[in-house]
């Protein structure tokens, strides 16, 4: 069974700065297959990125996704203040523990 | 453009089963590039896939919970369902139906908003 691990587990940044969100997973995989979510409280996960870097649809610029092997990031190229929520990436069935983004 | 929405009691007692349903509108459910899956989520925790459904009837569970689950597609309905059964405390979570689009970048989009189902007696 595959693990994903996230980190950190909460990054606090303030509005107009860089986030770098990290998932690391405990055997190498596909690309294909690693997808990240943002979660807002009180609503659904919304799909961001999916096959590790291609943006879903209507998802702004500013999200880019990265990453092969064991190795995957999600950057935020400046955050606005819609973007604080926790962010989760998931591979197959598997989920990772999330990364909450907080204003700093 | 496909929506989806969890129906079903919001409290169940311990050890009885919980049972959602999921209404498809915009599209099919017997379209053939999509599977349909529930995602639970315990209140202030992460995510856990329950299973996905094909419009066929095929399923696939996570296998800590294979044991309880089961789920139904209706294709006349546009509407498939969970059971889980013998639910405890633990299982007290919001429950989400979700479209799973497969290979070859596979992805749960769109989801449900979403219903809170809490095990209590």
């Known amino acids: 069974e595959i693990v994903l691990t996230q980190s950190p587990d909460t990054l606090s940044l303030s509005p107009g700065e860089r986030a770098t969100l990290s998932c690391r997973a405990s055997q190498s995989v596909s690309s294909s297959y690693l997808v990240w979510y943002q979660q807002k409280p009180g609503q659904a996960p919304r799909l961001l990125i999916y096959g590790a870097s291609s943006r879903a649809t209507g998802i702004p610029e500013r999200f880019s996704g990265s990453g092969s092997g064991t190795d995957f990031t999600l950057i935020i190229s400046r955050l606005e203040p819609e973007d604080f929520a926790v962010y989760y990436c998931q591979l197959a069935w598997t989920f990772g523990q999330g990364t909450k983004v907080e204003v700093k | ?121």
């Open chain 2, 1 to 121: 453009q496909l929506q989806l929405q969890e129906s079903g009691p919001g409290l169940v007692k311990p050890s009885e089963t919980l049972s959602l349903t999921c209404t498809v509108s915009g599209g099919s459910i017997s379209s053939r590039s999509y599977h349909w899956a529930w995602i639970r989520q315990p209140p202030g925790k992460g995510l856990e896939w329950i299973g996905n459904i094909y419009y066929s009837g095929s399923t696939y569970y996570n296998p800590s919970l294979k044991s309880r689950v089961s789920m139904s597609v209706d294709t006349s309905k546009n509407q498939f369902s969970l059971r889980l059964s013998s639910v405890t405390a633990a299982d007290t979570a919001v429950y989400f139906c979700a479209t799973a689009e497969m290979a070859p970048r596979p992805r749960f989009d769109p989801w449900g908003q979403g219903t809170l189902v809490t095990v209590s007696s």
